[in-house]
């Protein structure tokens, strides 16, 4: 069965500063693997995601995230936090099952960021 | 592009009532997901449909199904409403089953007293 634990339900910055968001998984085959964005009364949009080939990837808004296998981990950075990138983020990792997998996304508990002036 | 679009945004059931959630899944996909999210939680996948059939199921009760149609556009049915239904439901599509992206709707609030 696949997880996801987010550490820290809230974070807080200050604005310029550097965003990190963490995230662990456990996956019983090679997993697939994603940060969404949700901003208040709205849905999940796709900031980035991992599923084969370069581990460090990047995303949207300046967004970047590593896929480290052997500490199971896919924290999300941002070098310089902006005040529109308060929003609630979640994790998810998707099973990479050969092709068998039918993509049900497992989500961890979300992290409400936060940037002040 | 039209994106995934869901309706009703919000609505009020009471208790033992039946509901029917909509969406439209983007143009061109054919795999629709469905997943509830409570409040200050992050969202549970109830189930998936591709091309007309479920293609997969979390852990929700059968009072909880869905359809999706040859347009490919789905519905998600709740009978038997409880209070800890009330949630966020949120609808995505991709263009097929595994790794394909999936596109969130807006979600639609649903209350139940």
């Known amino acids: 069965a696949q997880s996801v634990t987010q550490l820290g339900s809230h974070v807080s910055v200050s604005e310029g500063a550097l965003v990190l968001l963490r995230c662990n998984y456990s996956?019983?085959?090679?997993?697939?693997l994603f940060w969404y964005v949700q901003y208040p009364n709205q849905g999940l949009q796709l900031l980035l995601k991992?599923?084969?080939?370069?581990?460090l990837v990047k995303g949207i808004n300046g967004f970047e995230a590593e896929f480290k296998k052997s500490e199971t981990s896919f924290h999300l950075t941002k070098p310089s936090a902006h005040m529109s990138d308060a929003a609630e983020y979640f994790c998810?990792?998707?099973?990479?099952?050969?092709?068998?997998?039918?993509?049900?996304?497992?989500f961890g508990q979300g992290t409400i960021l936060t940037v002040h002036p | 592009e039209t994106g995934v679009t869901q309706s009703p945004t919000h609505l009020i059931k009471t208790r033992g009532q039946q509901v029917t959630l909509r969406c439209s899944s983007q143009?061109?996909?054919?795999?629709v997901s469905w997943y509830q999210q409570a409040l200050g939680q992050g969202p549970q996948f109830i189930f998936q449909?591709?091309?007309?059939?479920?293609?997969g199921r979390g852990n929700f009760p059968p009072r909880f199904s869905g359809l999706q149609f040859p347009n490919y556009s789905s519905e998600l049915n709740v009978n038997a409403l409880e209070l800890d239904d009330s949630a966020l439901y949120l609808c995505?599509?991709?263009?097929?089953?595994?790794?394909?992206?999936?596109?969130f709707g807006p979600g639609t609030r649903l209350t139940v007293t």
């Open positions: 995505a599509s991709s263009l097929g089953t595994g790794s394909y992206e999936q596109y």
């Open positions: 996956s019983s085959v090679p997993p697939y």
């Open positions: 991992y599923t084969t080939g370069a581990t």
């Open positions: 998810a990792v998707s099973e990479n099952a050969g092709g068998t997998s039918y993509g049900k996304l497992t």
């Open positions: 143009s061109g996909h054919n795999t």
């Open positions: 449909y591709y091309r007309e059939e479920e293609n």
